[in-house]
């Protein structure tokens, strides 16, 4: 099918048995709720999708559902994803299994409508409040926003956390081909009891109460649940990491890209390749846990890296922490919602790592 | 006399009172003389009696009701400031047969919580709201809040709320009673044992009107809170008829099911 990757979403999420879908509209990713509310999908899979008052609401929403052991999601873009930011610290307090998808524009502020990947420190460092972390999947084609709905919802369950899905506004907007998951049911309430007994879906007689919350009055207890959020992070980093390779095996200079910015690395490739130069391209997949054995591995072999992004300059900084000195890294990127051609990036390879 | 046990007290034909069970004995953390402890057993009561103890979802707040769910033995999730409205709208969305209700203090519901709660009325989300209005903020220490008499003192209005900078009390349950959304709005109280009947019964039909799907039901306790206000529970009971019942006053405010 030909389409969107704002629609592959809400077709992945509707047949890997979501259960609901709460939002509020912005742009670019308003097809995600749209698609949603055509579909209807509360005819057919039984699964909720309501509208909500703010992105405030959303994720609170999200909350409450994937407390109920439901699963839940949202989708906004960049000054949406800030606002959820205070529910995506309790969800991940309060180990809630949940997936928020970002489909990113340019900032500060209300900033563009145009694609940006500034949000990435945002994604990736926890962007609220207290020690967390967020696996975060960077979908670089539309095949891979409906693939990743679906690896963002069992990574969430697995690891009891909110997920989510970095895109940008190109990702979201650009339709290409797509072949969408099979169907999976929803799960029945009785599985849900089973699968999590933590749910609040009602206290079985005989049973002890479930209660969601992140809040400890002791500072002990309190440094025992962070020290099990680390313990899980640990695992995430050891058991998660995914990337692709392009043409990295005797590459002398690699590129690191993730998302439509990888898109156009690919072609930069090519370029570089036609000219005599040998170049790769590193597409990290998850940008937490990020794939820093791969780039360390790399960086005994190759002569430098150049990190393309649609920020100032922000994954760059986990290139270089993971590189430690060993290769020059070099950066190169537009702002505001404006997008590098493959021929800027080539040139930023050739000037800053080359001559 | 001398010859009477323990059991010839404690003896089923002596009960007078009895505790429900759905209130657990974990010692409560709230002041002496709060209104949180009463309103509490009320849904204690109401849960019981109704028999909808494994079918009912709490939210709790936060504010010094945060740790509501320790005490009531059913199952609870506790939301972020102000947002309760928001998890119980998709709790009953997605468990429509299950009773779904919050627990908001004033400052939580009237200011950081008033798009949640607004919009979940607005809605007419199918959920109980039981809002304990004691006109501060009392876990942080007694600052103003929206719903501060004016004059009344607090930590951050130390020579009274002026209405120059402050504003007018916030009376929300007035407010949400103009929506369509709402069957059911009732301001109560719990400083008697006449209030406390009153209370009850609102409470519980609060929780029958939320099975008949006709939209959301609010309870408002308008409650002391005599640490904060700096008087003994006595005083605060009675500064409290004086003072806040004519601004918050008692009786139905709307009901569209009776009517």
């Known amino acids: 099918m030909l389409m969107k990757g704002n629609e592959a979403i809400a077709h992945a999420a509707i047949r890997c048995g979501c259960d609901g879908y709460f939002g509020y509209p912005i742009t670019p990713q308003s097809e995600v709720m749209e698609t949603l509310m055509e579909l209807e999908p509360w005819n057919t899979t039984g699964m909720v999708v309501l509208q909500a008052e703010s992105e405030v609401a959303s994720i609170n929403m999200v909350y409450g559902a994937a407390g109920c052991g439901k699963k839940v999601m949202t989708s906004s873009s960049s000054p949406g994803v800030s606002l959820m930011q205070e529910g995506i610290s309790y969800m991940a307090g309060a180990e809630l299994p949940g997936v928020i998808v970002n489909v990113m524009r340019g900032g500060p502020g209300l900033g563009t409508i145009q694609p940006s990947q500034a949000d990435y420190f945002q994604a990736v460092k926890g962007g609220g409040h207290g020690d967390y972390k967020m696996p975060t999947l960077a979908p670089a084609s539309v095949q891979e926003m409906a693939d990743l709905t679906v690896l963002a919802f069992d990574l969430a369950f697995k690891y009891l956390t909110p997920t989510m899905l970095l895109a940008d506004g190109i990702i979201g907007q650009m339709m290409e081909k797509v072949v969408l998951p099979p169907y999976q049911p929803r799960l029945t309430e009785d599985e849900i009891r089973a699968k999590y007994p933590w749910a609040t879906l009602g206290k079985p007689h005989g049973k002890k109460p479930n209660h969601i919350t992140s809040l400890e009055l002791l500072s002990e207890d309190m440094e025992n649940l962070n020290k099990r959020l680390q313990a899980r992070y640990r695992t995430l980093e050891k058991e998660e990491v995914r990337f692709e390779e392009i043409a990295c095996e005797d590459a002398d200079y690699v590129f690191v890209a993730f998302g439509i910015s990888a898109r156009v690395c690919q072609k930069a490739v090519e370029i570089a390749r036609s000219e005599g130069i040998k170049a790769g391209l590193l597409r990290p997949i998850t940008l937490y846990p990020f794939p820093v054995e791969k780039i360390k591995e790399l960086s005994n072999r190759v002569k430098g890296f150049t990190v393309i992004e649609l920020s100032a300059g922000q994954m760059v900084e986990d290139v270089r922490l993971a590189v430690n000195g060993k290769v020059p890294v070099e950066f190169y990127g537009r702002m505001g919602g404006v997008v590098p051609s493959p021929n800027e990036a080539f040139n930023a390879l050739k000037e800053k790592l080359i001559q | ?259």
């Open chain 2, 1 to 259: 006399m001398n010859n009477m046990n323990i059991t010839d007290i404690v003896n089923p034909a002596n009960l007078v009172y009895k505790k429900n069970s759905v209130l657990n004995d974990l010692p409560m953390h709230y002041c002496p003389g709060c209104s949180h402890g009463v309103v509490h057993k009320l849904l204690g009561d109401i849960i019981e009696e109704l028999n909808i103890q494994e079918q009912t979802i709490g939210v709790a707040p936060v504010g010094c009701a945060v740790f509501a769910y320790k005490y009531l033995d059913i199952d609870w999730q506790q939301a972020a400031h102000g947002r309760a409205p928001a998890l119980a709208t998709a709790i009953k969305r997605l468990l429509p047969d299950r009773y779904v209700f919050t627990y908001q203090g004033d400052g939580d519901l009237a200011a950081i919580g008033t798009a949640e709660t607004l919009h979940a009325c607005n809605r007419g989300e199918n959920i109980v709201i039981i809002y304990i209005n004691n006109g501060i903020y009392g876990m942080t220490g007694g600052q103003m809040a929206p719903t501060t008499l004016l004059g009344m003192k607090s930590t951050t209005s130390p020579k009274g709320r002026m209405y120059e900078r402050d504003g007018n009390p916030l009376d929300m349950p007035k407010l949400l009673a103009e929506l369509d959304g709402v069957c059911y709005v009732t301001r109560q109280a719990v400083h008697t044992v006449g209030a406390v009947k009153k209370c009850r019964r609102a409470i519980k039909k609060a929780f029958e009107y939320s099975a008949l799907n006709k939209g959301t039901s609010i309870v408002e306790v308008v409650s002391t809170c005599n640490s904060g206000w700096k008087m003994t529970p006595d005083f605060a009971n009675r500064w409290m008829v004086e003072n806040m019942f004519s601004k918050y006053p008692l009786g139905d405010i709307k009901d569209t099911i009776q009517a």
